[in-house]
């Protein structure tokens, strides 16, 4: 699967069958993560591995968005210490997770809006620390994958031409001619 | 060349070819930040193509990290215009953004640390909207891909289990061993 098929296919899913993720896939998952950039190669980040089901329905109930934490047979959660650039450091991070797992078949979905002393008292970390997220991956349920196309603002409304106003592409025409010029 | 492999193979590039990049490839890393997932899918992104040299140079001297900015062919400006979590949303878009790009050769690095209200000016961007990046695009450099190995913490080191201060790898063996069961 090229890189751009992986990210024109992967979905976010919110509904996992009940097998695990293999160590194998799990470790190319981390690999990812831990091979991103960040600003000037801090690597301020910190990832927990968390499979314990009482532990993920503990998690679920410290945020509002994560209810289909229980239903993942595993999750990854992301915490920062001493970062710079917390959320873009572990966003990058989290994106190639995210998309070496789609790659593996293993969707997910993250997670924010934490409680957030609760849940770093729950996971042990440091006070000074910082939970981005918790990401959930599994195999999606079947049917759940196939799920409805991918809803996105059209190129020609978002990519500008040297400065913000002037569209880059034309309406139509395939969406992708280059207006005026190579 | 599959996700993890380019994950693997990529680096930072600040040195560029004088050749342009194709039409072909700059759409196919404009679609790769289009698909990103975003919060609540608000898609709160704008992309500015920059390729005016004089344009470039004026911009290099708006930050203290982007001298190497005069030396990209084309560079790409993302915007947040009302984002509930602009960092976390743009990071994903960029990330998907440079993983393409490398896909086809074309190398790059985030430069951030703007002086942002003359950044947003030369730009012709709303007041209310944050800059997070200039990315530059380009082939990279004869001799300047075949960069020196990554330097990145260990997976032992930066991965826990369960609970923060629990490594889930053993150091050594073969780094990627899970200590104790499966």
């Known amino acids: ?3 751009l098929e992986c990210i024109r296919t992967r979905r976010a899913i919110r509904d996992f069958e009940e097998r695990q993720v293999p160590e194998e896939v799990l470790r190319a998952i981390l690999e990812a993560g831990r091979l991103a950039p960040s600003a000037r190669n801090t690597q301020p ?6 499979r314990a089901p009482e532990r993920l329905t503990q998690l679920s109930r410290l945020t509002s968005t994560g209810p289909h934490l229980t239903k993942a047979p595993l999750a990854v959660a992301v915490a920062m210490l001493k970062a710079r650039y917390p959320e873009v450091d572990a966003a990058r991070a989290i994106q190639n997770m995210i998309l070496v797992a ?3 078949g ?12 609760k849940a770093k008292a729950l996971l042990g970390l440091p006070a000074d620390s910082l939970l981005i997220a918790v990401v959930p991956f599994g195999y999606p349920r079947e049917g759940t994958r196939v799920a409805r196309k991918k809803q996105r603002r059209p190129l020609h409304t978002l990519v500008h031409r040297e ?6 592409y034309k309406e139509g025409a395939g969406a992708g ?3 005026g010029g190579s």
Chains 1, 2 share one sequence.
């Open 1 to 3: 699967m090229s890189v």
């Open 45 to 50: 980040w910190e990832f927990i591995v968390i």
């Open 102 to 104: 789609w790659e593996h």
């Open 106 to 117: 293993v969707g997910s979905c993250w997670i924010g809006n934490w409680d957030a002393e």
């Open 163 to 168: 400065a913000y106003g002037t569209p880059y």
């Open 177 to 179: 001619t280059p207006r």
